[in-house]
């Protein structure tokens, strides 16, 4: 109960409005003169010169959680609990904090008030604390939730996964998968039937594109359509080949990569490169085809470093994964060494929860989750774990002028058996190391705060503090062992890279501790160590006590994995259907808490989530059945009584139509001009260097016009804030945040694109020379050409008279003097049909 | 298109917002259909209250101009120059450097370095009392921009066009001209999770104006067919997808596109100023030409209906030979800047056009480098003006303290910055807010305080 600032004995009269009321200021008319005088006189000048500078509202970073510059902020107290006793300056923290002998803890800290100041102080307590000043408290308003753990655990997404029997459906022919019986009851039951079937032509190109990211060809389509197969055996056919394609991990891939935040760059502040990023990217893309179960996916991207390897290409193949916790958008340049260690663990805490769980769980890092039963603790119990664990980006937080965030000896390194490694220090070594290091961060944190709070610290005290930085430096970089000791030079200089060296970005065990809570997720401001755990409102029996030499990243992975996780099989399927059907069965895919939406077919979700499990968690199976079923085959055409009832297709009673992904479009065009080179580029993106700060490069950021490069889209450098600009006008996923969910959106630059980026039009050039390279007749077999193999269909006899019209028309094309290569009518026109709407969209 | 009463029913805002973009940064393009859906769910598009201005103008001036020399006269920083500063900080105490004056009738205080934008003293209102969570040029600039210095968050200029919409279907909501590439580089003007569509658009002065604006092989004429022929294939996909807004959509785009290519270099193409304009904003001159085509050009797109439009000047970051460095800065932008004040006047549309110049942070009292002929930086308090808008003009807003280090009174930070920029515009800042990640984001996060006392 929160203390009321007024008056002792009124304070009684009125405990039973304070009760039901929010603390209220009470009012100057309340107030005795005599005391509103003393108040005015001694109190207000006092807060107001000694306390408001971190008290207030208008402080630039309240301190404590504390506000005095108004009666309900006193009422309140901040969070070392209440502040005065009204009457009894004995037992008032305040009266404590202003006597408290030692400097670092008296308030206000290192000005100590006079003994006059203390004592009106104490006056004032006494007489009950009379206070006028009004206003708000919104600085400390309340941050309780309204939920409690009980009510929390009843939302669905927290309910076992359960095993629902198909429902019963009156048309049992149509249903060919358990899928299908979902589905279909749904929609009987609003009186609708399902779209009918999608077409041959229709089907390879949607199947193509959504297994591949490219457009079949026009052998692979003429083969589907002429299979005398029945249609079941047919597409089965064609999905097999298709899930055996190596574009299959290419494509699926580079959705985990989405949700992954994945990037070739840190982003924010010193947007320096990472130079072995795609190792990880590589390694997503080979999970995909080689199906590897999706729980030991999971677990090697939290715990690859800890899982037993015999040997050292298994071991590779396990620590990339954890080349997940390494991708984080950081502040590199940030000077408060806490900071960076915190905003490190919520990046890594954060994407776990939203990538596996669909929970946002990065919300309860200043306070309670607002919505979700997510409490503080189980953050900091979640935060432990990875503030537990050495992250190896390759780079280093540098606060102050320093330009060189390169670190090699923060990588991985490859091809080396222990399960643990310590790059370039002696296994004997560590321990010093990392007292060392321990030490050195010690200094300088001492150092910073010197520098912030403009301590009194004497000059000759912080000569004294910057030597020892440099001896204990100079101690660490001996102890490195690397060529920089043996220098001179102040500077600890890194191990040089030599382009054989195999590293990779990852993670280690670090120093393993349970992490404080920081009130209000304010570095300094400490709360109870938490110890590390998981979710309580994801128990299905007692926390299990996490080992006291390890981070818990392993036993994390095993609790997400568990069969009995109600989130990690639902959220997977969940990410799997939405990119073969154009909407989650849960809309919001990054979210299944209680500000996401509900699940459109709960017992669907359940009846995959189960199936997922029970089948060893194999993506392609999943992905192969979900395209088998008779939902997937269906047509996307509107059917103007079912829209009626459903237009946003809620039900699915048909397929939605989808834009294609910028990546999908880009690989297109390569695709039909013949020179999209399919190969696997088995290097770095190409010239990034690993010095170089991206955001002061000249344009390309280092990646030099890799835009135009005739590799697939997914083998381009992601260079934060520095996307090309295709890639920024089609929506790519913003790439320092969780997109499980790319956004649509339709904009005049994407028009100014196809119209006029030299890029499009070489490449309609190059489609219209290799079509008229081929033995076609005529312009009209050539037309009828460019649309099988640009929209996967035959041009209707209107259709081709149109192109005919066009092509015969009065076009004049002027090459560009400068621009060489000719362009031609005929390359206007293959520009207009990728141009189009149906070129980029999935039907 | 007979059954546009069937149309899409976004569910969400969210939705609505992300598949079709019927847009605000850049316009409406479903047709009928989206419009209606857009009454029925893009709330936001609109004021909150009465706005004072209608459209912002930023002058940022990267890299940490100095308050003392410039906007902040402390009189007590001369009396006490050379000697050793208080406190922690390291040097002596640098007097200002140039010599200040009452201005206009007001008589505000401005230093001699701005002897042009002097004559609009009594639109000016100097604010005196800045301050940012921090002092390098990265994470201060990012924090301007975006509010924030330890997330990824979307620019104002995203969240304001967001909120109100754009006013010229055929050009962005949003615009940054010749912005730096560096201090956050594209997060200054980027969307991040709003949209792509709030992203700012970036427009150079001298490459021609915004990508892919122009053909290089077809007259207009023959792009026309072109677009026919693009658009006669988009109207046969609408056959089987009669109530899909996103076809529609593709249409507009093409038809906004075309226009584009001439509304945009009409608007962009200085050209077509006469040369009394041109030397008004200094374009005759090596000195003021590269920021006075960027104020011109801001003066044009404003006059064309772009709501957000921020101009750059880099170079503020005097860490040495000051004196010399900022009369080379104030040379380049004076000029344009008060020509940009003056047009804005004559054409009645600075009382709501709100302009606000300002950098990420100010310098120190304390001099620097060996000849202490610089300053470090200081983000405790700094100095930035708004003029027009609904601002009051000839007004010294808040302070330092006596050597002008630190803001005591009047003090305004970045989040107040940007609640009393929205509530100008006619928005309150804790209801503009956007659903991401489970909860709904702001602008000023969980803070700022709209100063009140500055509106006139």
């Known amino acids: 109960m929160t203390h009321s600032s007024v008056s002792h004995f009124h304070r009684f009269a009125t405990l039973l409005a ?190 193509t594109y959504d297994l591949t990211g490219l457009p079949p060809t026009v052998e692979e389509m003429q083969a589907f359509i002429q299979d005398p197969s029945s249609d079941d055996d047919a597409f089965a056919t064609v999905v097999d080949r298709l899930l055996k394609s190596p574009q299959f991990g290419e494509r699926w891939g580079r959705h985990w990569l989405d949700v992954v935040r994945y990037a070739d760059s840190v982003g924010r502040t010193r947007n320096v490169a990472f130079p072995y990023a795609w190792r990880y990217r590589d390694y997503v893309i080979e999970s995909f085809n080689s199906d590897k179960p999706f729980n030991q996916f999971l677990t090697e991207q939290l715990a690859g470093d800890l899982m037993t390897a015999s040997n050292a290409t298994q071991r590779d193949a396990q620590v990339l994964g954890t080349g997940f916790l390494a991708l984080g958008s950081m502040d590199l340049n940030e000077r408060d060494s806490e900071q960076f260690f915190l905003d490190r663990v919520d990046d890594q805490l954060d994407t776990m929860g939203r990538a596996f769980m669909g929970l946002t769980t990065g919300c309860a890092r200043c306070h309670d989750h607002k919505f979700d039963p997510i409490s503080q603790t189980d953050y900091y119990a979640v935060a432990g774990i990875f503030g537990s664990t050495e992250t190896l980006s390759g780079q280093k937080n540098r606060g102050g002028g320093g330009k060189d965030y390169f670190a090699p000896s923060k990588l991985v390194k490859l091809g080396v058996t222990e399960t643990k490694v310590t790059p370039s220090v002696a296994t004997s070594d560590k321990a010093d190391r990392e007292r060392l290091e321990h030490r050195l961060a010690e200094l300088r944190k001492q150092k910073t705060e010197f520098q912030k709070k403009g301590s009194s610290a004497s000059k000759k005290e912080r000569k004294e503090l910057d030597s020892q930085i440099a001896s204990v430096g100079r101690k660490l970089r001996e102890l490195d062992g690397s060529s920089g000791s043996k220098k001179k030079g102040k500077k600890a200089e890194e191990p040089t890279v030599s382009p054989d060296d195999k590293l990779a970005m990852g993670a280690q065990e670090g120093e393993v501790q349970d992490l404080k809570l920081r009130v209000r997720g304010e570095p300094d401001q400490h709360g109870d160590v938490v110890p590390r755990g998981f979710l309580q409102v994801l128990e299905w029996n007692k926390q299990p006590s996490l080992p006291k030499d390890a981070s818990g990243r392993l036993e994390l992975a095993a609790w997400l994995t568990d069969a009995r996780h109600p989130l990690t099989a639902r959220v997977a399927v969940n990410r799997i259907w939405q990119h073969l059907f154009g909407r989650g069965i849960v809309p919001t895919v990054d979210n299944f808490g209680a500000t996401g939406e509900a699940p459109t077919h709960p017992e669907l979700l359940d009846h995959l989530a189960a199936s997922f499990t029970a089948n060893g968690w194999s993506m392609k199976s999943m992905i192969r059945s979900l395209m088998l079923s008779h939902a997937y085959r269906i047509s996307s055409k509107e059917i103007p009584a079912n829209m009626e009832v459903d237009s946003s297709n809620n039900l699915f009673w048909r397929m939605n139509l989808r834009r294609l992904e910028v990546e999908s479009i880009r690989d297109a065009m390569l695709a039909v001009s013949g020179t999209l080179n399919t190969e696997h580029p088995s290097t770095a993106p190409m010239g990034l260097d690993p010095k170089l700060d991206i955001g002061k490069a000249k344009k390309g950021g280092g990646s030099g016009d890799s835009f135009t490069a005739p590799i697939r889209s997914v083998y381009l450098p992601v260079l934060r804030s520095r996307l090309p600009g295709m890639f920024t006008v089609f929506d790519f996923a913003e790439p320092s945040q969780v997109i499980g969910q790319r956004d649509v959106t339709t904009v005049p630059p994407q028009a100014l694109f196809f119209l006029n980026n030299e890029f499009v039009v070489n490449l309609a050039r190059k489609t219209s020379e290799r079509i008229a390279a081929l033995p076609l007749a005529n312009d009209e077999a050539r037309v009828q050409h460019a649309y099988r193999l640009l929209f996967g269909r035959d041009a209707t006899s209107d259709e081709t008279k149109r192109a005919l019209d066009y092509l015969a028309g009065t076009i004049q094309v002027s090459s560009g003097s400068k621009r060489g290569e000719p362009v031609d009518t005929w390359t206007t026109f293959v520009q207009a049909l990728m141009g189009s709407a149906e070129f980029r969209y999935v039907m | 298109m007979t059954t546009c009463s069937n149309t899409f029913v976004p569910t969400s805002r969210r939705q609505f917002l992300q598949t079709t973009s019927a847009g605000f940064g850049w316009m409406a393009f479903a047709g009928l259909c989206s419009q209606q859906a857009a009454r029925a769910a893009a709330s936001p598009a609109g004021p909150h209250f009465a706005p004072k201005a209608k459209r912002v103008i930023f002058m940022f001036m990267q890299g940490g101009p100095s308050h003392l020399d410039t906007f902040d006269w402390k009189p007590e920083l001369a009396k006490h120059a050379g000697k050793k500063a208080s406190g922690d900080a390291k040097g002596n105490l640098l007097a ?224 040495n030979s000051l004196k010399a460095k900022l009369t080379a800065n104030c040379g380049a932008t004076d000029l344009p800047i008060a020509a940009l004040l003056s047009d804005l006047k004559e054409r009645d549309m600075l009382k709501d056009t709100l302009v606000v110049w300002g950098g990420e942070f100010g310098r120190s009292p304390e001099g620097q480098s060996a000849a202490g002929d ?83």
């Open chain 1, 18 to 207: 304070v009760a039901i009321l929010p603390a209220a200021s009470q009012g100057a008319e309340a107030i005795s003169k005599e005391n509103l005088a003393f108040f005015e006189s001694k109190i207000r000048p006092l807060l107001a010169k000694h306390c408001y500078e971190c008290h207030s509202e208008k402080a630039e970073k309240v301190k404590g959680g504390l506000l005095l510059d108004s009666a309900d902020g006193i009422a309140k107290g901040g969070d070392s609990g209440d502040v005065i006793e009204p009457g009894d300056p004995g037992a008032s923290l305040l009266m404590k904090s202003v006597r408290n002998p030692d400097p670092d803890e008296q308030m206000p800290p290192k000005n100590r008030l006079a003994e006059t100041e203390i004592e009106a102080l104490e006056t004032w307590i006494r007489i009950g604390a009379p206070d006028p000043r009004k206003g708000g408290t919104t600085a400390t308003a309340s941050t309780k939730p309204n939920w409690t753990l009980e009510e929390g655990r009843k939302h669905w997404a927290f309910q076992p996964v359960t095993k629902p029997q198909p429902p019963a459906v009156k048309d049992t022919a149509w249903a060919k998968t358990d899928a299908d019986k979902f589905v279909l009851a749904k929609i009987e039951a609003a009186k609708l039937k399902p779209a009918p079937d999608a077409d041959r032509t229709t089907l390879i190109r949607r199947a």
């Open chain 2, 96 to 319: 200002p450097q140039f010599e200040f004056k009452p201005r206009g009738k007001s008589g505000i205080m401005m230093s001699s370095l701005f002897p042009n934008l002097a004559k609009h003293a009594d639109d000016l209102c100097l604010l005196n009392g800045m301050y940012t969570s921090n002092a390098a040029h990265p994470q201060a600039s990012i924090a301007l921009h975006t509010g924030s210095v330890n997330f990824v968050r979307p620019s104002m200029g995203s969240w304001i066009v967001y909120g109100l919409g754009t006013q010229n279907q055929d050009l962005p909501g949003f615009v940054t001209i010749n912005p730096t590439g560096n201090v956050g580089g594209a997060q200054n003007y980027g969307s991040a999770f709003l949209p792509a569509s709030f992203q700012g658009t970036r427009v150079e002065t001298a490459e021609g104006g915004i990508a892919n604006i122009r053909s290089h092989y077809l007259n207009a004429q023959s792009q026309r067919q072109q677009i026919d022929l693009i658009q006669s294939l988009n109207r046969g996909m609408k056959y089987d997808y009669p109530s899909n807004p996103e076809l529609e959509g593709v249409i507009e785009s093409y038809e906004l596109a075309y226009r584009m290519q001439t509304s945009v270099p009409a608007t962009l193409d200085l050209d077509k100023e006469d040369a009394a304009t041109r030397a008004k904003y200094g374009l005759d001159n090596k000195q003021t030409e590269n920021f006075g085509s960027q104020c011109l050009m801001a003066r044009r797109l404003a006059e064309a209906g772009v709501r957000f439009i921020q101009v750059t000047h880099g170079g503020w970051d005097q860490h």
């Open chain 2, 374 to 456: 610089g300053r470090r930086h200081n983000n405790k308090g700094y100095s930035m003006w708004m003029a027009g808008g609904g601002v009051k003009g000839g007004l010294r807003y808040g302070s330092t303290d006596e050597t002008g280090g630190t803001a005591a009174e009047g003090r305004i930070g970045t989040h107040d910055l940007h609640a009393t920029m929205l509530h100008l515009l006619g928005i309150d800042h804790t209801r503009l807010t956007y659903p991401f990640a489970g909860r709904d984001f702001r602008l000023t996060d969980v803070s700022g305080e709209v100063v009140k006392e500055i509106i006139a």
